[in-house]
């Protein structure tokens, strides 16, 4: 089963919106990245929020990380059609000896003028 | 160019055929991984190669083999391919596999077994 999940599956707005997407995940982390994908490209690196972290910022995207909780959330601020793209939160476990990434199955996101 | 690039982007195959899938990057990273994309399951890691000559299994490994005889390739073999694999594939890199180290992916490939 996906140690990462996803909420929600699906999200329309409009430019000039915010956009929030929630992840969470089932065991020990020591690291929670997202990535963006846009359509028929590959993933890319948003940002990471190490455990002990519980906010971070990168331009107009805002981290969140509440491991009591076992979630994280991505907040994109004043959205673009750009933005348009599925989002992937990806867990490193504290198990994995290794950078071993865990992807849950993705939030679809539409941004439309 | 640089980064990390994949071949073919689009394969049609038939049930039986063997198929090899290419990554190439050209980063020098240590670290590269071959993941599968299917609806609904987000990637899922198949084989993972720590260095030159070095592999080992992801979440899914059943059906394919894995080399990496010089650092910057990574090939993907199918080697008796099944419907069931009918996806798309992304190859990645990272410098070390440290926990902090951002994967760098492929533009993917797209293959459909019929």
């Known amino acids: 089963s996906q140690q990462g999940e996803e909420d929600p599956q699906a999200l329309s707005i409009q430019e000039g919106e915010n956009a929030t997407m929630n992840c969470s995940y089932k065991t020990s982390i020591n690291n929670l990245q997202w990535y963006r994908q846009n359509s028929g490209r590959g993933l890319v690196h948003l940002i990471l929020i190490r455990s002990n972290e519980r906010e971070k910022h990168s331009g107009r995207l805002r981290v969140t990380l509440d491991t009591s909780k076992k979630s994280s959330s991505l907040l994109i601020t004043a959205s673009r059609a750009a933005d348009t793209a599925s989002y992937f939160c990806?867990?490193?476990?504290?198990?994995?000896?290794?950078?071993?990434?865990?992807f849950g199955a993705g939030t679809q996101v539409v941004v439309t003028p | 160019d640089a980064g990390i690039t994949q071949s073919p982007r689009y394969k049609i195959t038939e049930t039986g055929r063997q198929v090899t899938l290419m990554c190439h990057q050209t980063?020098?990273?240590?670290?590269m991984f071959w993941y599968r994309q299917d609806l609904g399951h987000g990637l899922r890691l198949i084989y993972y190669s720590a260095a030159a000559d070095i592999t080992d299994k992801g979440e899914v490994p059943d059906g394919y083999v894995v080399s990496r005889s010089k650092t910057e390739n990574f090939p993907l073999t199918l080697e008796s391919a099944t419907r069931s694999q009918t996806s798309v594939y992304f190859c990645?890199?990272?410098?070390?596999?440290?926990?902090?180290?951002?994967?760098?992916f492929g533009p993917g490939t797209r293959l459909t077994v019929l």
């Open positions: 990645a890199s990272s410098f070390t596999g440290l926990s902090t180290d951002t994967q760098y």
């Open positions: 990806a867990t490193v476990m504290t198990t994995d000896s290794w950078g071993k990434l865990q």
């Open positions: 980063w020098s990273h240590s670290y």
